[in-house]
Every structure is written in C-alpha cells, then in structure tokens.
C-alpha cells in the first residue's frame, strides 16, 4: 500500500532528463549562437595590418592602370613618336626594367640603411618620387612634331623613372606580403584586402576617361592625373606608418639586421650565389616561365585594348561613354572577380584556379577567331572578359611566389626568407615581356599602315586599313590563344599544388 505507483516513480527521473537535456540544448543553442555573433564579428572586423598593407596596393592601382592603359597611346597618337625611337625607348626599358628588379631585390635584403633594409621606410620615402614620375608622361616638354626626337627621350626617362621607382616601393610591398604571416589563411586575407583596393584602385580608368572623354579632352586629364599623384602618396604613407610583419611582431630583427654581423657582405659573389639558389628550384622555373607569357598577355592588353576597339567597333555601334564604361570594367571586373572566388580558393588552391583561367582564355579565343570579327558586341564583350581573366589571375601569382618563398627558406635553413630576392629574380626574367608586347603589336600594325592612321598631312589609301583591321583582328584572338596553349604546358608541372589544404591542417 505504501508503494508509489509505477508510472511515478519512473515518471519522476524522467521529468528530471527531458529538463536536464532541455537546458543542456538551450546551453549548445546559445553557444552556436554566439559562436556565429562571434564570426560574423569577425567578418566585419577590419584587420589593421591588412588594411595597412592594402593600402598601397590602392596607390599603385590607380596610377598604374592609368599610366599602362594611356601611355602608349599618347605618344602614338597624340605625340606621334616615331616607330624607331618607339623601339628605342622599349629597348632601353626593357633592359633598365630587368636589371632593377633583382638589383633593388638584393638591396632590400641586405642594405644596413633603414630608408631601403625596412619595407615599410621602403614604400614610405619611395612613394612621393613613385607619384612623380607617375606624372612626368602626361606633360609634354614642348609642342611635339611628328618624329620629334625629344619625345623619344621623354619616352625613355618617363619609363625608366616610373619603372624604377615602382619597383622600389611594390617590391617592398610584395616581401612583407611574404613576412606579414606564412598561414595560407591570412595570406589569402591580405589577398581580399589587395582585391578591394585593387578594386578601388582601377576605377581611376574608367572616371579618367569619363572625365577627359577617353584622353580627348586633355586639360581634364592632366588635372585628373594629378589628382590621383596626390591621392596615392597619401595612400602609400598609410602603409609606411602602420604595417608591421610577423618578424617584427615577435620582436625578431629584420631579415637584413640580422645579416648585420658581416657574414653576408653586399658583393656580386652573394648576388650570382644566392640567385643561382633560387634559380635551381624546379618550381620557380615553372613558374617563371609561365608568369612571363603572363606579363606579356597582360601588357599587350593594357596597352592596345583601347587602340584595338577603337579601329574593330564603330563608333556608332559603342559611344564614347559605354567604351568608358568598358574599358573601366577590364579593371575593375578582375577583383570582383577575384573577391568571390575566395571560397573557391580556400577549396580548390590557387594552382588549379589559374590552370581553369588558361583553359578559358584559349577556348574563349578559339571561339572568337572561329565567329569572326563582324559580331561587334560579342567582340566588345570578348575584349574586356579577356582583359579581365587575364588581370583576376595574375591577381593571385603573389601566393605561388609566397610558397616558393617559404619552400627556398625551409630547403636553405635560413635565418630569414630571401623574400625581395626571390620576387626580384622573378621580375628580372619576366619584366621584359612589358616592352616585348608593345614593341612586336607596334611593328606588326605599322606593317599594315597604322602609323598613317593619324597622319594629318597624306591621306592615306583606306584600302590599306582593311588589312590594318584583319591583322588586329588576328592579333586579338591568336596571341591568347597561343599564350594559353603555353601557360598550360609550362604550368601543369608545377608542384607546389596543396599549399591551401596543408595550412588548413
């Protein structure tokens, strides 16, 4: 009689798990939440020293699209420089271009003097001269003739300083990309912070040609030029003041302080020692390589893109506001692009996303060259996605050069990595393709009279531009495609293929 009924003394303890498991779901369920507050947070957070990094990229984005996509142009067209001291000035470039990369390289890895051994004094000192010589293309040192030799001089200085000074302040910038962290994580985060102010950086073509009317109006585009001369020095002395890299962070002396002890003398026998090391690494081979037809596919873009709608599209088909509109879109268009595929990358590496970008490229000419020039909005179209997939992958070469950086550093047992080195041997094999791209279009288009295109005083024979018109053509769908078939050979053997899953391990 005294027993409990059974469905109590069963019910009881029962009461007591479904409560206790009730809370305890409640618990996980505030915790998932706040979890993703915390994630979402985070997302919204701005990292300091990658805003501070980025900033430079902003700077030299916006005066080196403008400077790339203009200036070939004006001293054709608007300075009427002659094909001779074109060439001349390419040559002279081609050679300053490929020695100063290694040579500014060795110097910022090994100088005792902070405004060159430390990358930030780099990009601090270095950014008002950048700006300068950004400038000295835009104002012409008299009312040129056609074939004037002073235009071919200022060619030569105007590419030479501008050169020089901007490999000084961005190969500072690549080598901290390499030291501010050696995680694929925050390495991809510096590369989304690069991409929106890379972004930012390339709307100055398309405001530029709004606002000159594509260089017509060249009062406007000179204020313009100045304009953004003083926005990018401003932009670059954000990253002087305020960016740090991991050595300094840990307290540990920069890589050429450490050198300090007199063990690494700045001597050309360091120079040939330590290139030929970087140089024997199979993986930079490849690389190289491929970066090189990269650099030209890049520059013979950026420098005829414009030169190559204008004579294929009439002007009635496109107005002068949509071509603004598209030639802006062939910068901007690659960081958007770069900025969503940021899963993509954390998922499938940088190696096989750039593979895809070769694939595309030569099937998108193939299928071009196949349809024929008379599709005058496909071809409008096909131009800027080939400008774009062109600059969205080459957007990413920094994180298989970080990689190479990292594999020559653990291979060697250094103290530090050789990072401006590695950078700058690169640029010496690669930089010449920037003067090889203009000078082999210039000499081929000439061949078909397009240096009488603007000839004020003959008139020439306008049969003559139909063959001008066929060999752009040609030259729009068969230096991609050809370029591509390349980059896939050279590309494939490259080994470093799993850096992304190896940092999420």
Avoid at 111 to 134: D, M, T
Avoid at 167 to 193: D, M, N, P
Avoid at 431 to 449: C, E, H, R, Y
Wanted: with cysteine; net charge neutral; hydrophobic share 45%.
């Amino acid at each position: 009689m005294g027993s409990r009924p059974p469905g109590r003394s069963k019910g009881a303890p029962a009461n007591r798990k479904a409560s206790s498991w009730q809370t305890t779901n409640e618990r996980e369920g505030e915790e998932e939440e706040a979890h993703a507050v915390g994630k979402m947070k985070l997302a919204l957070e701005i990292h300091p020293n990658a805003l501070a990094y980025s900033m430079t990229t902003l700077g030299a984005g916006m005066m080196n699209s403008v400077f790339n996509f203009y200036y070939v142009k004006l001293f054709l067209n608007r300075y009427r420089i002659s094909e001779v001291a074109f060439h001349q000035a390419q040559v002279v470039f081609m050679i300053w271009n490929a020695i100063n990369d290694p040579l500014f390289g060795y110097i910022q890895d090994n100088s005792k003097l902070p405004c060159c051994s430390r990358r930030q004094f780099s990009i601090l000192y270095g950014a008002p001269l950048y700006a300068l010589a950004f400038l000295l293309p835009w104002f012409p040192w008299r009312h040129y003739e056609e074939g004037d030799w002073l235009s071919g001089l200022h060619l030569i200085i105007a590419l030479c300083a501008f050169d020089g000074l901007l490999t000084f302040v961005l190969l500072a910038q690549c080598a901290l990309f390499a030291e501010i962290s050696t995680r694929h994580e925050s390495r991809l985060q510096l590369i989304k912070y690069n991409q929106v102010a890379t972004l930012i950086g390339s709307t100055s073509v398309l405001f530029c040609g709004l606002i000159s009317d594509n260089m017509e109006n060249f009062a406007y585009f000179q204020a313009f030029a100045v304009l953004i001369a003083a926005l990018a020095t401003a932009c670059m002395y954000y990253t002087g003041k305020y960016s740090t890299s991991q050595y300094e962070q840990r307290g540990i002396p920069a890589e050429n302080a450490d050198r300090g002890n007199g063990d690494r003398a700045l001597s050309w026998s360091s120079v040939i020692s330590l290139t030929k090391q970087i140089m024997t690494e199979k993986n930079f081979v490849f690389f190289v390589t491929m970066n090189f037809f990269q650099v030209f596919h890049l520059a013979f873009c950026n420098n005829f893109m414009m030169i190559f709608a204008d004579n294929l599209i009439p002007k009635d088909v496109l107005s002068s506001s949509l071509r603004s509109i598209m030639y802006g879109a062939g910068f901007i268009c690659p960081q958007c692009l770069v900025l969503l595929s940021h899963a993509s990358l954390k998922k499938f590496g940088y190696y096989r996303i750039i593979l895809f970008s070769f694939y595309f490229e030569g099937v998108a000419a193939a299928v071009m060259f196949v349809l024929g020039p008379g599709h005058y909005h496909l071809l409008a179209f096909y131009l800027t996605t080939n400008m774009v997939i062109v600059q969205a992958s080459f957007s990413l070469f920094n994180l298989p050069l970080a990689d190479i950086v990292d594999a020559d550093l653990i291979k060697h047992k250094r103290r530090s990595p050789l990072s401006s080195m590695v950078f700058g041997t690169n640029a010496l094999f690669t930089k010449p393709a920037q003067s090889l791209a203009p000078m082999l279009v210039v000499t081929i288009l000439n061949q078909f009279g397009y240096e009488n295109l603007n000839n004020e005083v003959a008139q020439p024979d306008p049969s003559l531009f139909l063959g001008l018109h066929d060999a752009m053509f040609y030259l729009v769908c068969l230096v991609p495609l050809c370029i591509a078939v390349v980059q896939i050979l050279t590309w494939t053997p490259f080994s470093i293929q799993n850096s992304h899953m190896t940092a999420a391990h």
